[in-house]
């Protein structure tokens, strides 16, 4: 099995030319993307042959291509990972080619980067097949251009997530992140069986009773593998020049895995069977997200004051609005979909900000 990666690394090196620029990769992603095109044809037209496919639905191109996606994501992140992966051993002991030094992926870490890939292209070629089935009602497809269409679909998922897997970094995974949360939240309010859910609460689609539970619970335990994977890997590049640098970059980094748990326990535990436990991690994880922001000019000395005072207004509205909801001018639904926007919007840019800062300079921790 090892020759025969090396034999493949070997031939994809051939072809993508001297690794000399840039565009190595990207021409490699283009050569998976290219096979895949191909291996979607093979497989596509035989299937379609002799039949008139619906665009969306049980047995439709829109379905086929959105579990084919889901399998050549989950390839081409393999792939990509493999191609990546230096060929030797670096001085601190890591081999995966992960841009943090220091560190590495661990399996777990992986499974949930390439579910999520593979999640996100299930759900989007699920989505669009059922816009263009609105689009062209009742329009069939012929098994020529249907197998054209599938394997269009194949080399683009193919050729974004090689490119994903080959660049995966702390900035990436959050990109991932975000995508695959408003993906998943959206495909589970379309499963969900009870139209209207929203005037409970977004745990209402987690709910054992509603059909859209599985995708819903599912993309939170995802999610929260996610944002642990990313606390790690986020904080590496911050200073540790002293003992109080150290101890402020273990407590945000312990405060972001702590978001990261808590966002996974909300999905394990549904709030239908698991009342007290589900809304104790979900009050934890908003509690953990105040402490970090509210204590980061602390914690890591050298964070710009701008994104210092960037949080705090985000911590000012969350309070604010749960003051609404308490008064009862918003209901239960409406704060949550905002505070989550706000959090993880804060998680992204924290990532590029913390990317940033230099261990050589350090500006005074800010006034109490």
């Given at each position: 099995?090892?020759?025969?990666?090396?034999?493949?690394?070997q031939?994809?090196?051939?072809?993508?030319?001297?690794?000399?620029?840039?565009?190595?990769?990207?021409?490699?992603?283009?050569?998976?993307?290219?096979?895949?095109?191909?291996l979607?044809?093979?497989?596509?037209?035989?299937?379609f042959?002799?039949?008139?496919?619906?665009?969306?639905?049980?047995?439709?191109?829109?379905?086929?291509?959105?579990?084919?996606g889901?399998?050549?994501?989950?390839?081409?992140?393999?792939?990509?990972?493999?191609?990546?992966?230096?060929?030797?051993?670096?001085?601190?002991?890591?081999?995966?080619?992960?841009?943090?030094?220091?560190?590495?992926?661990?399996?777990?870490?992986?499974?949930?980067?390439?579910?999520?890939?593979?999640?996100?292209?299930?759900?989007?070629?699920?989505?669009?097949?059922?816009?263009?089935?609105?689009?062209?009602?009742?329009?069939?497809?012929?098994?020529?251009?249907?197998?054209?269409?599938?394997?269009?679909?194949?080399?683009?998922?193919?050729?974004?997530?090689?490119?994903?897997?080959?660049?995966?970094?702390?900035?990436?995974?959050?990109?991932?992140?975000?995508?695959?949360?408003?993906?998943?939240?959206?495909?589970?309010?379309?499963?969900s069986?009870?139209?209207?859910?929203?005037?409970?609460?977004?745990?209402?689609l987690?709910m054992?009773?509603?059909?859209?539970?599985?995708?819903f619970?599912?993309?939170?335990?995802?999610a929260?593998?996610?944002?642990?994977?990313?606390?790690?890997?986020?904080?590496?590049g911050?200073?540790?020049?002293?003992p109080?640098?150290?101890?402020?970059?273990?407590?945000?980094?312990?405060?972001l895995?702590?978001i990261?748990?808590?966002?996974?326990c909300?999905?394990?535990?549904p709030?239908?069977?698991?009342?007290?436990?589900?809304?104790?991690?979900?009050?934890?994880m908003?509690?953990?997200?105040?402490?970090?922001v509210?204590?980061?000019?602390?914690?890591?000395?050298?964070?710009?004051?701008?994104?210092?005072?960037f949080?705090?207004?985000?911590?000012?509205?969350i309070i604010?609005?749960?003051?609404?909801?308490?008064?009862?001018?918003?209901?239960?639904?409406?704060?949550?979909?905002?505070?989550?926007v706000?959090?993880?919007?804060?998680?992204?840019?924290?990532?590029?900000?913390a990317?940033?800062?230099?261990?050589?300079?350090?500006?005074?921790?800010?006034?109490?």
């Amino acid at each position: 099995m090892r020759n025969i990666g090396e034999r493949v690394m070997q031939v994809l090196r051939q072809l993508r030319g001297p690794d000399t620029s840039d565009a190595v990769f990207e021409a490699t992603a283009l050569i998976v993307g290219a096979v895949f095109l191909l291996l979607g044809f093979a497989i596509g037209f035989p299937v379609f042959w002799g039949h008139e496919m619906a665009i969306s639905g049980t047995g439709s191109i829109g379905s086929f291509a959105a579990y084919g996606g889901a399998v050549t994501a989950v390839l081409a992140f393999a792939l990509g990972r493999l191609v990546s992966r230096p060929a030797t051993v670096a001085p601190d002991g890591t081999r995966d080619g992960f841009s943090v030094p220091g560190d590495r992926l661990r399996w777990y870490d992986l499974v949930a980067i390439a579910f999520a890939h593979a999640a996100i292209a299930y759900l989007g070629w699920l989505g669009i097949a059922e816009l263009l089935e609105r689009s062209f009602t009742d329009a069939p497809v012929f098994p020529f251009p249907g197998a054209v269409l599938v394997a269009v679909a194949f080399a683009l998922t193919a050729y974004v997530t090689f490119l994903s897997a080959v660049a995966l970094s702390p900035t990436v995974l959050s990109l991932v992140l975000a995508v695959f949360l408003v993906v998943g939240a959206f495909a589970a309010m379309l499963a969900s069986s009870d139209v209207h859910w929203w005037r409970d609460n977004l745990s209402a689609l987690g709910m054992s009773t509603n059909s859209a539970s599985l995708a819903f619970n599912a993309t939170l335990i995802i999610a929260g593998v996610l944002v642990t994977t990313i606390a790690r890997y986020a904080t590496a590049g911050l200073p540790v020049d002293d003992p109080v640098d150290r101890r402020g970059r273990f407590i945000v980094r312990g405060g972001l895995i702590l978001i990261g748990i808590f966002l996974a326990c909300v999905g394990v535990f549904p709030v239908d069977e698991f009342f007290l436990v589900h809304n104790t991690v979900a009050t934890g994880m908003t509690v953990a997200f105040g402490v970090i922001v509210v204590g980061l000019p602390w914690f890591v000395r050298t964070i710009p004051r701008v994104f210092v005072v960037f949080g705090w207004v985000y911590v000012l509205v969350i309070i604010l609005l749960a003051a609404f909801f308490a008064v009862g001018y918003y209901n239960l639904t409406a704060v949550e979909l905002i505070a989550a926007v706000l959090i993880f919007s804060w998680i992204i840019v924290f990532l590029r900000t913390a990317g940033s800062v230099g261990t050589g300079h350090r500006s005074d921790p800010v006034a109490a």
